[in-house]
T-cell receptor
Framework: DTGVSQDPRHKITKRGQNVTFRCDPI?????LYWYRQTLGQGPEFLTY????????KSRLLSDRFSAERPKGSFSTLEIQRTEQGDSAMYLC?????????????FGAGTRLSVL | QQQVKQSPQSLIVQKGGISIINCAYE??????FPWYQQFPGKGPALLIA?????SEKKEGRFTISFNKSAKQFSLHIMDSQPGDSATYFC??????????FGTGTRLQVFP
């Protein structure tokens, strides 16, 4: 159990560019969540997967955002045509439904700065 | 109906004192209430959690008090230590689904 891993830790990009983040969940965790956290606020839910199926997407997730979890393992979150308002910490969490299913373990996050 | 309100926004406590953070929720269907602790540059980490059929849960120096009728719950940190200085988030969830977080409380414990 090596914990939830996120890459990169920091990303600086220019407005209008596309960015992609990766999350590797704890092995054997079948649920994977994406949250966004802005300064001074609590994390806000974006989307989550159970295995490879994307079960829910927040209204916060505009059509510029897309997430995938191929083969039910790692996940990617892509933001197209980034805007300054996308600057935030993007957090990934994983859990194991069915056993201690309520505990979501978070990664350290990817901090995105859009210039 | 999905909101979780948290107060205070910041808290300064002397070493050895009691830190108290309060949260209120609206959705009576929520069935799990965790507290997360977050240090700068790190992701949130689960501290302690409670289900609504229990009025209190204690783990070491950390206690959750839960008032179902008032739709409120609070975190008490006894004998607060400088190492407890962090941001604390209450949260709520339904059916182990997405977490709905409060806005956070920045705790500073001074020696």
């Amino acid at each position: 159990d090596t914990g939830v891993s996120q890459d990169p830790r920091h990303k600086i990009t220019k407005r209008g560019q596309n960015v992609t983040f990766r999350c590797d969940p704890i092995s054997e965790h079948n649920r994977l969540y994406w949250y966004r956290q802005t300064l001074g606020q609590g994390p806000e839910f974006l989307t989550y997967f159970q295995n490879e199926a994307q079960l829910e997407k927040s209204r916060l997730l505009s059509d510029r955002f897309s997430a995938e979890r191929p083969k039910g393992s790692f996940s990617t979150l892509e933001i197209q045509r980034t805007e300054q308002g996308d600057s935030a910490m993007y957090l990934c969490a994983s859990s194991r439904a069915g056993e201690r299913r309520d505990i979501q373990y978070f990664g350290a996050g990817t901090r995105l700065s859009v210039l | 109906q999905q909101q979780v309100k948290q107060s205070p926004q910041s808290l300064i406590v002397q070493k050895g004192g009691i830190s108290i953070i309060n949260c209120a929720y609206e959705n009576t269907a929520f069935d799990y209430f965790p507290w997360y602790q977050q240090f700068p540059g790190k992701g949130p980490a689960l501290l302690i959690a409670i289900r609504p059929d229990v009025s209190e849960k204690k783990e070491g120096r950390f206690t959750i008090s839960f008032n179902k009728s008032a739709k409120q719950f609070s975190l008490h940190i006894m004998d607060s230590q400088p190492g407890d200085s962090a941001t604390y988030f209450c949260a709520a969830t339904l059916n182990s689904d997405k977490l709905i977080f409060g806005t956070g409380t920045r705790l500073q414990v001074f020696p």
